[in-house]
């Protein structure tokens, strides 16, 4: 089958782009709401593209009703934010968190997930989370008809949960992805956990 997305309605775009990059990572975005409150939500247009400096980004579109998203703006306001790589046993609150809430209500209070601090940062860390990165905003841009937000964050520290991280025999440090067990986003409602794991080294 050869598909024309041209032929396509938006929302048929995006169901197929979505059922065709896979599996995706999701970002797990704490920021904050300014009132002594965060705003928790899930993106899966989201991937590394930097080293120097570390750079991640993530799409972030429209409320139902066309307003910007709480993400977006606590992000444009404040600048920082905390993004975690949910495990599999946070699937369903990290799913229960792409619910649209009234603006300012936090998804945290209304999950009663625990926080704690993030070490040298200022704001806290999901406490159940084994991988969070601290990140400060580097730059937004708005791309396409909608037009979608593309939020550049600039990762300063990262938080891994001491039984992922190893080192080898030659003393570097390993990160164990099975012990990180990260969520795999697919199309529509579905979601994917690691499966098989394969050492193929790079040819030289």
């Not at 009234?102 to 998804?107: C, D, H, N």
């Not at 806290?124 to 008809?145: H, K, T, V």
Request: net charge neutral; proline share 8%; charged share 25%.
């Amino acid at each position: 089958m050869n598909i024309d997305l041209s032929q396509l309605s938006t929302s048929e775009v995006y169901s197929t782009m979505a059922q065709t990059l896979i599996p995706r990572p999701i970002a797990w975005v704490l920021s904050d709401n300014g009132d002594g409150h965060y705003n928790l939500a899930p993106f899966s247009y989201f991937s590394a593209i930097c080293s120097d400096p570390p750079l991640i980004m993530f799409s972030v579109g429209k409320k139902p009703d066309g307003n910007p998203k709480d993400t977006r703006i606590n992000i444009e306001k404040r600048r920082d934010f905390v993004l975690h790589i949910p495990s599999w046993d946070l699937l369903e609150p990290m799913n229960e968190s792409a619910a649209t809430l009234p603006a300012g209500v936090s998804e945290i209070d209304a999950q009663g997930l625990a926080l704690t601090e993030f070490s040298g940062f200022r704001l806290p860390r999901l406490r159940d989370s084994r991988l969070a990165m601290a990140c400060e905003l580097y730059q937004i841009q708005e791309i396409g008809s909608a037009p979608q937000a593309l939020i550049f964050g600039r990762i300063l520290n990262i938080y891994i949960e001491d039984e992922a991280v190893e080192k080898n025999a030659e003393g570097k440090l390993r990160i164990r992805p099975e012990r990180l067990d990260p969520v795999g986003r697919l199309g529509g409602p579905n979601y994917t956990k690691l499966g098989r794991i394969m050492n193929l080294p790079r040819p030289k």
